[in-house]
């Protein structure tokens, strides 16, 4: 009676604190199992109890880098260390992780407990503190984004300059950062200007910064962008809204890397990769005579066109799926998708603000939703007013079940090779074959790696 009441003291104890512990014995089988471990893993108590801890948490750290491993082995403990879990959703979470050993009155070991913490907020805050964006922040399988990852690579290893043509809102900042973060000059920095939001003169002080007595206010010498961004990358935002003035300025940086600050004799060499982008037809503004054609020669050496979203629809589901993890990160909600009607009204609308506009979507749904899922009453107006019926069959329907057959789909296109199937979807093989554990996915009875039919257990 005394051991029973003990126990259950212990598991109020352990369930009234907010990081997730879990226990094991000797045989590495999980004994208890906290309500925190159920929240951050999606995994009920009972489903939990019994098994192995790698069956239950499928982490990077299982296989080679244990923890709790090392605990044993060592006898010290582990003091926030780090981790990657996979939800019974499939989704990847970072956690901070510290270990113990649990011994008897006499010394005996007896098995080991763990805790960890949810730490994808940190990170998502870390990542946004820092401004580092790559690939795996382009979300999209279209033919079209499948077509820009594969040539992404070989861009950054250049170091010639770039334009990025593309609509307000369809992620050029994005393809800007992740062609930096790729390239040989990732260690340095990434200096972004917006062109269009500054008037000429001030402009032109950013961009090439000054000396001081240059002009009544220059008090002391001003450092320029280019020379800021030097040994790195400089990003010029919507280069298509700068004057001809200026164009001519800018004309002799690309030509020879050399800034002049205003009010200095001498010139500063500068060491720049250029990534310039616009949402202006540049041979229109040629044409009328607003931007100089040398200027648009020099800038137009590596050419990327970015798609509107609505020419990619494919990638919408995925997107909304993306959009709705960062904000459950950022929010600490748990909000699980959204229904059949929402997504289909997601589907159908022409996005004229493209990915930005989308993100917006699901933010503005965020605020509203109360309960785990968003439904159409949660989006904007706009899009209400566009809303299609839905048949019976699909208003069961859910995000993770439209993931579920576009992956079924694929798998069967390429005859089972997870390998293409992976880079068809745009994620990892290992990302890939988490999800058809998790979603219970079957694959097709012809293996896609050497077209032969698959033996059982392969």
Known sequence: MYAETCCQDRDIILDSINEGVFTVDSDWRITTFNRAAERITGIDRKDAIGKRCRDVFHANICQNACALRHTFETGHPVVNGSAQIISRQGRSIP????TAILKTEDGSIIGGVEMFQDISQVRQLQKQLQGLY????????????????????????????????????TGKELFARAIHDLSPRRKERFVTVNCAALPDTLLESELFGYKAGAFTDARQDKIGRFVLANGGT???????????????????????????????????????????????????????????????YRI?????????????????PLLANHFVEKFNQLQGKRITGFSAEALATLLEYDYPGNVRELENIVEQAFAFCRNDQIETIHLPPELRQRELPISASMRSTTLHDVEKMLIADLLTKHSGNRIRTAKALGISTSTLFRKIRSMKIRIPETDGRNGCRRQAGV
């Open 95 to 98: 956690i901070q992780v510290s």
């Open 134 to 169: 790559t690939t795996k922040d382009i979300v999209g399988h279209s033919p079209a984004m499948k077509e820009l990852f594969d040539i992404l690579p070989q861009i950054a290893e250049s170091d010639s300059t770039v334009l990025i043509e593309g609509a307000s809102g």
């Open 234 to 296: 400089i990003f010029l935002d919507e280069i298509g809204d700068i004057s001809p003035a200026l164009q001519i300025r800018l004309l002799r940086v690309l030509q020879n890397r050399l800034v002049e600050p205003l009010g200095s004799i001498e010139p500063v060499k500068v060491d720049i990769r250029i990534v310039a982008a616009t949402n202006r037809n540049l041979s229109k503004l040629i044409e009328v005579g607003t931007f100089r054609e040398d200027l648009y």
């Open 300 to 316: 137009h050496v590596i050419h990327l066109t970015l798609p509107e979203l609505r020419e990619r629809r494919e990638d919408i």
